[in-house]
């Protein structure tokens, strides 16, 4: 497949940042046309053409996204670009925002034309302070050239951008939840239906999508839907950007068509796993997407449709590679205690779960784990599984019992260990360690 | 309690949104900066501006972990614990800390420069292990270079 440059096509210019290159390089010429010659329709029609899909994690059409605004709503409509970048393993919204903060308010100002909206927002990760300023100084830029606030190019079309940070809540990634914390609240996922389109910000009819999602917009009006689809494949359309982690020589966030293999990914542009090591796992997706096997891997193509197939998902597009010497028992350990943290503790499956499922990793890793706690362990998740408001639960159950099915070896070895110090304990106690066991 | 400075950077604040409780993470954002954390008198500071409760502002503060209740050290070092520092050697590099300051996560240095934190995935997942002081990236880390970044801090 072809490799072009959309997302990251400025990437390596100097000051790429500032609004003279963006103008230089086509910037703001998309929102130009649109605003001249499309009505707000068209645009979200040619979106729909492109075959975008949310690049957050859910993968969702973003021009379907866009039609479930109600038009003849007399609320006022608003447009969220979500930069809350905090899915483990993900850092390529950063990279994005540092380099090309213009192309993601582009973005932005086309989405708030196509919905009508007259106000968006930017919700960025407080620990990404030094882009939210590099954001608000990028958008005085734009307001100074007249692309951002009243009567944009003289069109009668205005919209003004704030940028927004959050405060250290993983949670407020998901759209509800961010939206309740951009109201001044605790970071709690509202209960969907009524979904955001109609019933989002403020009770009003909101958009909201990733920042990477709206920087694929631009290229999309200026180049058309057809050329942005046929760049990846026909169910997802275009370009992405990937964060690669973990044991490959060269970690890094990387721009590759939809459907590019993912074996040729680590080998040719990551250079292979570090140390001249054997692969031994991938987690493609964030951590929320099921672990794949080194056999799913050779057959794994970057795109919705192939990771779907393996019963993982493409998420917010985040390689984490791991090599032969990888220990899947505390990789797990590590997720699941990210998810117990982050569990906003509304739902019970999720906040005393993930609690649990913690503590049976540590015991395990311990060594004083009992034989049947890989299967307890297993349950665990498999209890969890859909039994939450958000989908955090399933993120935090999705880490879990897929690698137990996948990698059982890694962690019975554990339970093995703590047989053999049972039977080195003293034997003139009988039932007292029974007694310990909690 | 605030500089006049302050103050008029949380109207500006205020002003801008549409809701004025909106506006509460980035005015606390503002009075953190100034005072270092957020004392009970700051909270009901911003209680009155933005025309809550003190309780309405206490549950958000408690509920994100950017915000503190009580002073923390000058430098405040988040080290990543998360999977892809965790791959790359993350573990080590917080030890390290720990060994060169005395401290365990959460502890502050009895000098009050220092305060040690293991947090959750910072976005330095393809640069690990990193870690941030207060606002600055530290990527690639080994405990020299680790070393070196404690001896730059003025």
């Known amino acids: 497949m072809e490799k072009v440059r959309v997302l990251s096509a400025r990437f390596d210019l100097p000051d790429s940042h500032t609004i003279e290159v963006y103008l230089r390089t086509g910037g703001y010429q998309a929102l130009r046309k649109a605003l001249a010659e499309m009505t707000p329709e068209a645009v979200i029609e040619e979106v729909k053409r492109s075959a975008l899909r949310g690049r957050g994690g859910a993968g969702f059409s973003t021009g379907m996204k866009w039609s479930f605004v109600p038009k003849d709503s007399s609320k006022p409509k608003y447009v969220i670009a979500n930069a809350d970048e905090s899915e483990p393993g993900t850092c390529k919204d950063r990279v994005l925002m540092e380099k090309d903060p213009h192309a993601v ?32 100084y990028a958008i005085e830029e734009a307001r100074a050239h007249g692309f951002v606030g009243a009567n944009i190019l003289g069109s009668g079309f205005s919209c003004d951008i704030i940028v927004h940070p959050g405060a250290g809540a993983y949670i407020c990634g998901e759209e509800t939840a961010l939206m309740e914390s951009l109201e001044g609240k605790r970071g709690y996922p509202r209960i969907k239906p009524p979904f955001p389109a109609v019933v989002g910000l403020y009770g009003c009819p909101t958009v909201i999508n990733n920042v990477e999602t709206l920087a694929s917009v631009p290229p999309i009006i200026l180049n058309g839907g057809d050329w942005f689809r046929r760049l990846g494949t026909e169910k997802s359309g275009g370009t992405r950007l990937f964060a690669v982690s973990g044991h490959v020589a060269r ?8 459907g590019y293999s993912m074996k040729r990914m680590i080998e040719e542009d990551c250079g292979g796993i570090r140390g001249g090591k054997r692969l031994k796992a991938v987690i493609p997706g964030g951590s929320s997407a099921p672990i794949l096997t080194a056999e799913e891997v050779e057959q794994c193509t970057l795109d919705f449709e192939s990771l779907l197939a393996l019963k993982s998902m493409l998420g917010s597009g985040a390689i984490i590679v791991m090599d032969e010497d990888t220990d899947i028992a505390q990789v797990v350990y590590r997720i699941t205690k990210f998810y117990e943290h982050e569990s906003c503790g ?4 999720c906040r005393e779960g993930t609690r649990w499922m913690r503590k049976l990793l540590e015991r395990l ?70 007694l310990l066991v909690v | 309690m605030l500089s006049a400075g302050a103050k008029e950077k949380i109207q500006r604040i205020i002003a801008r949104y549409p809701v004025k409780r909106s506006a509460l993470l980035p005015v606390l954002f503002v009075v953190q900066e100034e005072l270092g954390y957020l004392p009970d008198e700051a909270l009901h500071e911003v209680a009155r501006w933005l025309d809550l409760t003190f309780l309405d502002v206490e549950t958000v503060v408690s509920f994100y972990t950017m915000f503190h209740r009580r002073p923390i050290g000058r430098y405040h070092i988040q080290v990543c ?11 080590a ?62």
């Open chain 2, 81 to 91: 614990r998360n999977v892809s520092c965790y791959l790359c050697g993350g573990d």
């Open chain 2, 93 to 154: 590099i917080r030890e390290h800390l720990e060994r060169r300051l005395g401290i365990r996560p959460g502890e502050t240095t009895p000098d009050g420069r220092f305060t040690l934190s293991e947090v959750e995935c910072i976005g330095a997942c393809s640069w690990a292990p990193a870690m941030q002081i207060n606002f600055t990236f530290y990527h690639h880390l080994t405990p020299e270079r680790v070393d070196e970044i404690l001896a730059s801090l003025p």
């Open chain 1, 365 to 434: 890793l311990r060594g004083e784990g009992r034989p049947k706690d890989v299967d307890l362990l297993y349950e665990l998740a498999r209890n969890i599984f859909g039994t939450t408001h958000c989908p955090l639960g399933d993120a935090a159950a999705w880490a879990v019992y897929p690698a137990i099915e996948k990698f059982r070896a890694d962690f019975e070895k554990y339970v093995r260990a703590a047989a053999v110090s049972v039977s080195a304990e003293p034997s003139d106690v009988p039932g007292a360690r029974r």
């Open chain 1, 251 to 258: 970690p890094g966030v990387y721009e590759l068509p939809m």
């Open chain 1, 105 to 136: 308010i582009e973005g932005i100002l086309l989405a708030a034309y196509a919905v009508q909206a007259h106000l968006a927002f930017i919700y960025i990760r407080g620990e990404y302070w030094y882009l939210k300023e590099r954001l608000e």
């Open chain 1, 346 to 349: 509304w739902c019970v499956p």
